[in-house]
């Protein structure tokens, strides 16, 4: 083998190698973006919970809170509302019933309306509910 068989030879190697590390690096480094891009995913999903908007400053529309029940769903519903405000002390307002019940507001302020053993007292923001004694 003369000499400059052994440069090409070399060459032909060090290409290969060259060819092999810039592939490995490739694919760290989109590793590495998908990373990132999962983190930066949830950064904005926490941002637009925080806000209702996205970097721009549009309104997300939300899902539909919309529930339909039937009567025996409504029965046990009521049910659970007169009990809670049975075990309220001071009384207890439509807000906390809704955060307790994970359900729409509107639709625990017609089943109060529709009780005959809750008594409201107060206006507006300062309306408090009892049981009827």
């Given at each position: 083998?003369?000499?400059?068989e052994?440069i090409?030879?070399?060459e032909e190697?060090?290409?290969?190698?060259?060819?092999a590390?810039?592939?490995?690096?490739?694919?760290e480094l989109?590793?590495?973006?998908?990373a990132?891009?999962?983190?930066?995913?949830?950064?904005?999903?926490?941002?637009?919970?925080l806000?209702g908007?996205?970097f721009?400053?549009?309104?997300?529309p939300?899902?539909?809170?919309?529930?339909?029940?039937?009567?025996?769903?409504?029965?046990?519903?009521?049910?659970s509302?007169?009990?809670m405000?049975r075990n309220a002390?001071?009384?207890i307002t439509?807000?906390?019933?809704?955060?307790?019940?994970?359900?729409?507001?509107n639709l625990v302020?017609e089943?109060?309306?529709?009780s005959?053993?809750i008594?409201?007292?107060?206006n507006?923001?300062s309306t408090?509910?009892?049981i009827?004694?």
């Amino acid at each position: 083998m003369n000499t400059l068989e052994q440069i090409r030879k070399i060459e032909e190697e060090a290409k290969q190698k060259v060819d092999a590390l810039r592939d490995q690096a490739k694919s760290e480094l989109v590793r590495q973006i998908a990373a990132k891009k999962e983190e930066l995913a949830a950064l904005e999903a926490k941002y637009i919970e925080l806000t209702g908007k996205n970097f721009k400053g549009e309104a997300i529309p939300r899902a539909s809170k919309r529930v339909r029940i039937n009567n025996e769903q409504r029965m046990t519903l009521l049910a659970s509302i007169e009990s809670m405000v049975r075990n309220a002390a001071d009384g207890i307002t439509t807000g906390e019933i809704v955060n307790r019940l994970n359900q729409p507001a509107n639709l625990v302020r017609e089943l109060l309306k529709e009780s005959k053993n809750i008594r409201r007292e107060g206006n507006r923001s300062s309306t408090r509910y009892h049981i009827n004694s």
